[in-house]
């Protein structure tokens, strides 16, 4: 199992635990049971690590990662006090190098993973998706795994995230989830700054208090991500997709930074940011008051 702070798929979005000071923040992230994307958002660091073609890769050895997850749930015992993951569990992120939605239509491992986080009392498995799957509602999960939807305003979407399901689809199976047994969180990312992003973003909170029930709100949490970029993926997009560029490579507000693989990744400016930043969870704030925030970067 291992502690890892670097950028995660779907937006980078892993579960973040309080743990012991000496272990400052770090994630719990499960044996991968796969990788790659069938889906292309144009921001993903994910097709980096397979040379930009990305096929999925589905690991046979399912039962052993369900072991290890199992084996150590065991060893941590319970969750000494709630944290800003969870109230009573802890988290494993069983997403980090794909979207499981899209994983499950061609095999069964996003099912024996459901089932093994359903039998642990003290574990919950969680994964981020831009995928609407029906199947996944038969799974049976009991409250024991946590799916987040990744949301941006579809004007945008349209652009960057690429062979994924709508974003309206995505909102409307919020509730069908919570009926099914998930816990159902969102992300709000990647935050992407353009001319009009405020009011792009106040429509969509709207849609969502529109269209979600009182239970769905009820348990409703966030994470908000802004952008980050990488110049390599910068490259590659600007030979099959040079349209989502134009939201994605911004140097006039981004800064880069050299990450531990030795990429050069952009984020917005740490000033320009914190204002954004601030003025995103105001409008949240207004919008949908019930929805913490569990996460803001
Ligand atoms: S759906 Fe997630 S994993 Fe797939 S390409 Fe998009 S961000 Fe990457």
């Known amino acids: 199992m291992v502690k890892d702070q670097t950028e995660r798929p779907c937006a980078w979005d892993e579960e973040v635990h309080v743990f012991p000071p000496e272990w400052a923040q770090c994630a719990l992230i499960a044996p991968s049971t796969s990788n790659g994307c069938a889906m292309a958002s144009a921001y993903c660091y994910v097709p980096r690590r397979k040379g930009y073609a990305n096929p999925i890769s589905i690991f046979v050895n399912i039962d052993e990662a369900c072991q ?9 015992r319970t969750l000494p006090a709630p944290d800003q993951i969870d109230a009573k569990h802890w988290v494993y992120d069983i997403g980090e190098n794909g979207d499981l939605s899209v994983d499950a239509v061609i095999c069964d491992n996003v099912k024996d993973l459901v089932e093994t986080f359903r039998n642990l009392p003290n574990a919950k498995g969680s994964f981020a998706t831009k995928f609407v799957n029906p199947s996944l509602l038969a799974y049976d999960p009991q409250a024991k795994t946590r799916i987040r939807f990744s949301l941006m ?12 399901s709508p974003v309206a689809d995505r909102i409307a199976a919020v509730d069908a989830f919570v ?15 353009y001319e009009g992003w405020e009011e792009d ?8 208090d529109d269209v979600l ?11 908000i991500i802004f952008l980050t970029h990488n110049k390599q993926l910068h490259e590659v997009n600007m030979q099959w997709h040079p349209k989502a560029e134009e939201y994605l490579w911004t140097p006039e507000t981004q800064q880069v930074k050299r ?7 952009l984020r917005y400016k740490v000033a320009w940011k914190q204002r954004w930043l601030a003025r995103f969870q ?14 803001a970067f």
């Open 68 to 76: 290890a997850i199992r084996r150590h749930a065991v060893r941590q």
């Open 153 to 164: 305003p579809d004007k945008i979407a349209k652009v960057v995230d690429v062979r994924t």
């Open 179 to 193: 009926r099914a047994g998930y816990e159902v969180h969102v992300n709000f990312s990647p935050v992407i700054v």
């Open 201 to 208: 973003w106040r429509r969509l909170f709207e849609h969502l």
């Open 213 to 223: 029930s009182p239970k769905a709100k009820d348990q409703l949490r966030a994470k």
């Open 259 to 265: 990450s531990e693989g030795g990429m050069w990744n």
């Open 282 to 295: 105001e409008l949240l704030a207004e919008k949908l008051p019930y929805c913490a925030v569990r996460y």
